[in-house]
């Protein structure tokens, strides 16, 4: 591999050279909002982050900048490399770089926003290496990687259904769930499933001979819904189609949400909500 490194970069001038190559990108307009006030002060729109910049045998061709969020959060942005230096695995040298930095720095989590039909290779690496995509608007994808586990999750969400075996099939056919073989006390006749969906929270299902079901009016206070992620626009989209034609009850979207997640709500089994995300 050619000589290749990357480095923190205080010569703001450098920076602005590549990032300005970047915005010609045809497509990637809609990414530099704003951007001659980034520039006009890039040392103030990154303070507390970084400005990173790769070198090839010591000429820049590579940028990748950190922007502090939160506490616990930054923004990766700006992540470009000249395209005489492309196919050479530099774009993943920069993400490592950047994911070291943002750790040594302090921070949780990286999120960062993307265009698939502008940047596909781009979006299949991020993909590759373990970045959660969690919404998407007019094309545009958010994706973050946590650098830490909370000590505390939801292990699973519990609910008590009346026909506990047609919860079951819903459940298994629909979403595609994986049940186990189910318990069952004998003494006291209480019954569960729990179903598990590739990752997150399980879900248990129950019943038992003497429940209080009362009418669910969707403004309740309480638990409103479980939500399941699908993975993108097209699938909300079927699935939602599918249920729908199955006789259920949808009573929103799909519809893209005032703060940019993909989504339609449908009642289900004995009046429960779920939500159909990407």
Not at 103 to 127: C, D, H, N, R, S
Not at 180 to 199: L, M, P, R, W
Not at 251 to 264: A, F, I, K, M, Q
Request: one cysteine or more; glycine letters at 10%; proline letters at 2%.
């Amino acid at each position: 591999m050619t000589n290749f490194k990357v480095k923190e970069c205080s010569d703001t001038e450098v920076v602005k050279v590549l990032f300005r190559e970047y915005s010609q990108i045809k497509g990637a307009e809609s990414c530099f909002v704003s951007f001659d006030k980034e520039l006009a002060d890039l040392e103030g729109f990154y303070r507390g982050g970084a400005l990173l910049v790769g070198y090839e045998e010591n000429v820049p061709v590579a940028c990748i900048a950190i922007k502090k969020l939160s506490d616990a959060t930054c923004e990766a942005k700006r992540l470009f490399i000249k395209p005489e230096s492309r196919g050479k695995g530099y774009a993943r040298i920069m993400l490592n770089t950047m994911l070291d930095k943002a750790k040594e720095l302090g921070f949780e989590e990286v999120t960062f926003t993307t265009k698939p039909a502008v940047m596909q290779i781009g979006y299949g690496l991020y993909k590759r290496m373990g970045f959660e995509e969690y919404g998407e608007e007019n094309g545009t994808v958010s994706m973050r990687m946590a650098f830490k586990r909370a000590t505390t999750f939801i292990e699973h969400i519990a609910m008590y259904v009346n026909d506990l075996e047609a919860a079951r099939e819903f459940f298994v056919t629909f979403l595609g769930g994986t049940s186990n073989d189910g318990y069952h006390n004998e003494k006291t006749d209480f019954k569960s499933y729990f179903i598990s969906f590739g990752g997150g929270a399980r879900l248990e299902i129950m019943n038992k001979p003497v429940m209080t079901d009362v009418e669910k009016d969707l403004n309740r206070t309480g638990y409103a819904h479980i939500a399941f992620s699908v993975g993108s626009k097209e699938a909300v989209d079927e699935l939602t189609a599918k249920l729908k034609n199955a006789g259920y009850e949808v009573v929103s979207g799909p519809r893209t949400t005032g703060d940019g997640y993909y989504e339609s709500c449908i009642v289900v089994i004995e009046g429960n909500q779920i939500e159909i995300t990407v």
